[in-house]
């Protein structure tokens, strides 16, 4: 059988970005009506909705494409043999695509109260004040946090997070976990995720959650500050570097270490 039949990565591919697609449309979501409309939704509130969209997006594309939604996996289990190298491309860019133009989609939708919320606050797109309009859809650095301590943190946080995932995953022994319940564990580890470390440093886990609204932000008037982040080294490279490492040294540590094959 050819694993790489057309057709087959068609589906696969379209499953990437519908899947990776839904965890922006669920996430971004609250995150805009916490910001800029009267709605009560509080930190616990958006962790709990970001965990939602994980499971219901793993759920949406398990069983047709594998449900990576995540360029770090996908270049991980590459690395591991465990995946075809001639899909690993087409999965990033499916990802990362879904991800754009979900992030599209829900600044069509809110696009008027975002400019109310400019003209009423006097924030002009593209200066540093506004940034914090801008982590509406991607992150930036917070307050009384460093470069340095942010990289590390979500390295680690990764690296626990890849472990989870690989001990979910080992269909030997969890078979019935594998293919039911872990969409429902992931969502759960996603939200004590956030609502722990997450609630002090900035913690993606994915680099195409944060680098799709961030290019999608670039062309709508922050340009280059959408990358910069208006730090001395570019803030993206933390959600951009920071999951692939964390991930790939994660699940290094689960091959080797914990499950010997």
């Not at 790489?4 to 697609?21: D, H, P, R, V």
């Not at 540093?128 to 470069?147: G, H, M, R, W």
């Not at 943190?153 to 969890?174: D, G, N, P």
Request: proline share 3%.
């Amino acid at each position: 059988m050819n694993i790489y039949n057309k057709n087959n990565i068609i589906k696969q591919c379209l499953a990437e970005f519908f899947g990776t697609g839904l965890i922006i449309l669920f996430g971004l979501n609250a995150t805009v009506l916490s910001k800029l409309s009267n709605y009560n939704i509080n930190y616990l509130d958006i962790s709990i909705i970001w965990s939602i969209g994980v499971s219901i997006s793993i759920y949406s594309s398990l069983f047709i494409s594998g449900a990576h939604l995540n360029p770090a996996i996908t270049i991980f289990l590459w690395s591991i043999s465990e995946f075809n190298k001639k899909k690993v491309l087409p999965y990033i860019f499916s990802q990362i695509l879904g991800s754009f133009f979900f992030t599209m989609i829900i600044y069509c939708i809110y696009r008027n109260i975002l400019i109310v919320f400019e003209r009423t606050h006097k924030i002009v797109r593209g200066t540093q004040e506004s940034l914090d309009l801008a982590s509406i859809f991607c992150v930036y650095p917070k307050i009384n946090t460093l470069f340095l301590y942010d990289f590390i943190a979500e390295v680690m946080t990764s690296i626990i997070f890849m472990i989870v995932i690989m001990l979910l995953r080992h269909k030997k022994k969890y078979l019935l976990t594998y293919s039911y319940l872990s969409p429902i564990l992931v969502g759960i580890l996603i939200f004590f995720i956030n609502i722990s470390i997450g609630s002090y440093y900035n913690i993606t886990l994915n680099p195409a959650r944060d680098i799709g609204p961030r290019v999608f932000l670039s062309f709508i008037g922050w340009g280059s500050l959408s990358f910069t982040g208006g730090t001395n080294i570019p803030y993206f490279f933390i959600p951009l570097l920071g999951p692939i490492i964390g991930i790939n040294i994660g699940g290094w540590l689960y091959k080797k270490l914990i499950i010997k094959n």
